[in-house]
């Protein structure tokens, strides 16, 4: 069964830092390219970034570049994404899901809050 | 960036309904548009790639059609579980980029 199960989120200060990390199981994780995708409360998806199957190249979303950092250790099937310089805007719930041909399966989702 | 607009942002029907939504990118995406649902508390799942191709265990009452910057989803004879919110997604170029959502309810 294929499983992408996202943690390490929770409530943080406007301005610190956090990593996510979402691990894969029930599919050869080497094989695909990565995504990390998030949803504010009341508002709709937003594509964040993402990272090839090697971790050769990656792309970020413009509200996010230069903040957050996508990486991948394949020998443990386990996509990060590590978030600094947090924003109010940052909060939301972030999505980690698998692409090759297109992006077919998404994890369950983790929280992120940003607040004083 | 290109742009998703999608519309309608909402829509109240009944069981039984025809419903289409409709995605137009602000720039040429040949046939890279893919349709996801999301249901509350759920996460996002997709119904169709490359704009008319039906994934895996999909339903036949849910179907794409489009090209190039004007792309179409229907879904006819709606149930109470299609009851969700849809997006259109672009994945032609990076930064991927998604429609606003459309909200069907009852």
């Known amino acids: 069964e294929v499983q992408l199960v996202a943690s390490g989120g929770g409530l943080v200060q406007p301005g610190s830092s956090l990593k996510l990390s979402c691990f894969a199981s029930?599919?050869?994780?080497?094989?695909?390219?990565m995504h990390w995708i998030r949803r504010a409360p009341k508002k709709g998806l937003e594509w964040v970034a993402m990272?090839?199957?090697?971790?050769?190249?990656?792309f970020y979303a413009d509200s996010v570049k230069g903040r957050f950092t996508v990486s991948r250790d394949n020998s443990k099937n386990t996509l990060y994404l590590e978030m600094n310089s947090l924003r109010s805007e940052d909060t939301a719930m972030y999505y980690c899901?698998?692409?090759?041909?297109?992006?077919?399966?998404w994890g369950q989702g983790v929280m992120v809050t940003v607040s004083s | 960036d290109i742009v998703m607009t999608q519309s309608p942002t909402s829509m109240s029907i009944s069981v039984g309904d025809r419903v289409t939504m409709n995605c137009k990118a602000s720039q040429n995406v040949g046939s890279n548009v893919d349709w996801y649902q999301q249901k509350t508390g759920q996460s996002p799942k997709l119904l169709i790639y490359k704009a008319s191709n039906r994934y895996t265990g999909v339903p036949d009452r849910f179907t794409g059609s489009g090209s190039g910057t004007d792309f179409t989803f229907t879904i006819t004879n709606m149930q109470t579980e299609d009851l969700a919110v849809y997006y259109c997604?672009?994945?032609?170029?990076?930064?991927?980029?998604f429609g606003s959502g459309t909200k069907w309810e009852i």
């Open positions: 997604m672009q994945s032609n170029s990076y930064p991927f980029t």
């Open positions: 899901a698998r692409y090759r041909n297109n992006v077919d399966f």
């Open positions: 990272i090839y199957y090697d971790g050769g190249h990656n």
């Open positions: 029930g599919f050869t994780f080497s094989d695909f390219h």
